[in-house]
């Protein structure tokens, strides 16, 4: 059972370029979450979409876009980079179930990431 | 910004020997988990403790949640030098309406296990 999968692993861009990064999520997981992680940080949360919307965003410029698609995979764009873009770029896929009072995500499984440099 | 905040920020110990990070956090949590980073790959899932959940194990993995103290400890016992990788906290705060939800992370601890 494939988990999940990012492409590409790597890449450099120029500042002012745009960039699309790919993520396709474990089997049987319909939420797909963003996260980018600077060098020697924690990641931080970009944004989460669950049937084709965004549904929570974090701390981050509109620069940075998102889509997901009817087959639950997704893509984030980054416009215009910058330096400080630079990052590890994390998908996490998870899967959202009734808990009584609630929904709640569960099986966050992380890809392996997309290694971008911007210079 | 992160809510968790690991401790030591590195750890380095001999093979055989336990290995204790501590995490702590700011706000109310739905669960705390750890995960795993070998040399900045993707982040494998460890363990999930709920926040009714005092104390779980895993393997040679063993984690405590302390709520009134908004803090975990992951004990990793007899330590290889496989365990050697950075290991994260991460927070995911009470489900609001329509439960959607993210996770939280520290800056992590950098643990290296000598042979």
């Known amino acids: 059972d494939a988990g999940v999968t990012q492409s590409p692993t790597h890449l450099i861009k120029t500042r002012g370029q745009q960039v699309t990064l790919r993520c396709s999520p474990k089997?049987?997981?319909?939420?797909v979450s963003w996260y980018q992680q600077a060098l020697g940080q924690g990641p931080q949360f970009i944004f989460q979409?669950?049937?084709?919307?965004?549904?929570q965003r974090g701390n981050f410029p509109d620069r940075f876009s998102g889509h997901q698609f009817p087959n639950y995979s997704s893509e984030l764009n980054v416009n215009a980079l910058l330096l400080g873009d630079s990052a590890l770029y994390l998908c996490?896929?998870?899967?959202?179930?009734?808990?009584?009072?609630?929904?709640?995500?569960?099986?966050?499984?992380f890809g392996s990431g997309t290694r971008l440099t911007v210079v | 910004s992160q809510q968790g905040e690991e401790d030591p920020q590195a750890l380095s110990i001999q093979e055989g020997e336990n290995a204790t990070m501590n995490c702590s956090y700011k706000?109310?949590?739905?669960?705390l988990q750890w995960y795993r980073q070998n040399s900045g790959r993707g982040l494998v899932h460890l363990i999930l403790?709920?926040?009714?959940?005092r104390e779980k194990h895993s393997g040679r993995l063993r984690v405590t949640l302390d709520t009134s103290k908004k803090s975990s400890s992951l004990l990793i016992t007899a330590s290889r030098a496989a365990d050697t990788a950075s290991y994260f906290c991460?927070?995911?705060?009470?489900?609001?309406?329509?439960?959607?939800?993210?996770?939280?992370f520290g800056a992590g601890t950098r643990l290296a296990v000598h042979p």
């Open positions: 996490a896929s998870s899967f959202r179930l009734w808990q009584g009072a609630g929904y709640e995500n569960y099986g966050y499984t």
């Open positions: 089997s049987g997981h319909d939420t």
């Open positions: 979409y669950y049937e084709e919307e965004e549904r």
């Open positions: 706000t109310s949590i739905n669960n």
């Open positions: 403790i709920r926040s009714n959940e």
């Open positions: 991460a927070t995911e705060p009470p489900t609001f309406s329509g439960g959607y939800n993210k996770l939280i």
